[in-house]
């Protein structure tokens, strides 16, 4: 058995222990009860909220390619970016996203393997910072109520996003160029995301009065959600384990992270249109 699929199947194990854990905990009812009384406005407003977030996504994409002279046309990029999250989601055990999106630029356009997966990388690297800069600005806030310990948790998530250039700057070339613009862009990225979590629970019409615990408790499941197949199974735990520092009911808290997943689902399968009537990418000709 090769790496890639150990891996694969080491994630599908892990999303399904950790669902069956959940569901074990609840009455899956109380669940379909949520959904079949929930606001549909803010059901269809968190939809739009989270496209808008994968649009940013892949414009953020598109910059780091463009920073490194990879001139890829913004509407092809956003074709590509749609294929890729399809394959991420429901292709278990092939190409990955990131990499169909190296294979597809590489084979069309002959640009080198090398750096386009570079750039990927370097893309997914600072959204991950973002996240872990919003992470320890918010838990200044939630977990201290000292306004002294709020300055620092400011002043510690801004040395992280210094740090973070300092590094990148250090192992890559040029992404001191364009450090700043794309990890803007995750931020901006991470508020739409954050944005959707919230008209769930304004389509669930729950009484929150801890609202930017809903959000912490979001961005720790998007970062620990890497260890399971397509987030499935570690953001529903992690709803579940928070649900007491929630405040909330445990049914209530996986919903929430249970209705991203299928939301990031049914966007993903966007990407078939463009599998199906073949994706034809195009450049320009300068930045």
């Given at each position: 058995?090769?790496?890639?699929?150990?891996?694969t199947?080491?994630k599908?194990g892990?999303?399904?222990?950790?669902?069956?854990?959940v569901?074990t905990?609840?009455?899956?009812?109380?669940?379909?009860?949520?959904y079949?009384?929930?606001?549909t406005?803010?059901?269809l407003?968190?939809?739009?909220?989270f496209?808008?977030?994968?649009?940013?996504s892949?414009?953020?994409?598109?910059?780091?390619f463009?920073?490194?002279?990879?001139?890829?046309?913004?509407s092809?990029?956003l074709?590509?970016?749609?294929?890729?999250m399809?394959?991420?989601?429901f292709?278990?055990?092939?190409?990955?996203?990131d990499?169909?999106?190296?294979?597809?630029?590489?084979?069309?356009?002959?640009?080198?393997a090398k750096?386009?997966?570079k750039c990927?990388f370097?893309d997914?690297l600072?959204?991950?910072?973002a996240i872990?800069f919003?992470?320890i600005?918010?838990?200044?806030?939630?977990?201290?109520?000292?306004?002294?310990?709020?300055?620092?948790?400011i002043?510690?998530?801004l040395?992280?996003?210094?740090l973070g250039k300092?590094i990148?700057?250090?192992?890559?070339?040029?992404t001191?160029?364009?450090?700043?613009y794309?990890?803007?862009?995750?931020?901006?990225?991470?508020?739409?995301?954050l944005?959707t979590?919230i008209?769930?629970?304004?389509?669930?019409?729950?009484e929150?009065?801890?609202?930017?615990?809903?959000?912490?408790?979001f961005?720790?499941?998007?970062?620990?959600?890497?260890?399971?197949?397509?987030?499935?199974?570690?953001r529903e735990?992690v709803f579940?384990k928070?649900?007491?520092?929630?405040?909330?009911?445990e049914?209530?808290?996986?919903?929430?992270?249970l209705?991203?997943?299928?939301?990031?689902?049914l966007?993903?399968?966007?990407?078939?249109?463009?599998i199906l009537?073949?994706?034809?990418?195009k450049?320009?000709?300068?930045?």
């Amino acid at each position: 058995m090769n790496k890639k699929l150990f891996k694969t199947i080491a994630k599908i194990g892990v999303s399904c222990l950790l669902l069956y854990f959940v569901f074990t905990k609840i009455d899956f009812n109380q669940i379909l009860a949520l959904y079949k009384n929930s606001d549909t406005f803010y059901l269809l407003l968190s939809i739009v909220l989270f496209v808008f977030s994968q649009f940013i996504s892949s414009i953020r994409l598109n910059y780091i390619f463009h920073q490194n002279d990879f001139l890829l046309n913004h509407s092809s990029n956003l074709k590509l970016y749609f294929v890729g999250m399809f394959y991420n989601f429901f292709i278990p055990g092939g190409v990955g996203g990131d990499a169909y999106k190296v294979f597809i630029l590489h084979k069309q356009f002959g640009w080198k393997a090398k750096e386009l997966t570079k750039c990927v990388f370097i893309d997914r690297l600072i959204g991950l910072l973002a996240i872990l800069f919003l992470l320890i600005l918010m838990s200044s806030y939630l977990f201290f109520s000292n306004s002294f310990i709020l300055i620092v948790g400011i002043i510690a998530s801004l040395l992280s996003f210094f740090l973070g250039k300092i590094i990148l700057a250090r192992i890559f070339k040029k992404t001191n160029d364009y450090y700043t613009y794309s990890f803007l862009y995750s931020i901006v990225i991470q508020l739409f995301q954050l944005g959707t979590i919230i008209s769930f629970i304004h389509a669930f019409k729950l009484e929150v009065a801890n609202i930017l615990g809903y959000c912490f408790t979001f961005l720790i499941s998007s970062v620990l959600s890497v260890v399971s197949f397509a987030g499935f199974g570690a953001r529903e735990y992690v709803f579940l384990k928070a649900s007491t520092f929630l405040g909330t009911d445990e049914a209530i808290a996986i919903s929430i992270g249970l209705s991203f997943n299928i939301i990031t689902a049914l966007i993903s399968l966007v990407g078939v249109f463009f599998i199906l009537y073949k994706l034809s990418l195009k450049t320009i000709s300068s930045k």
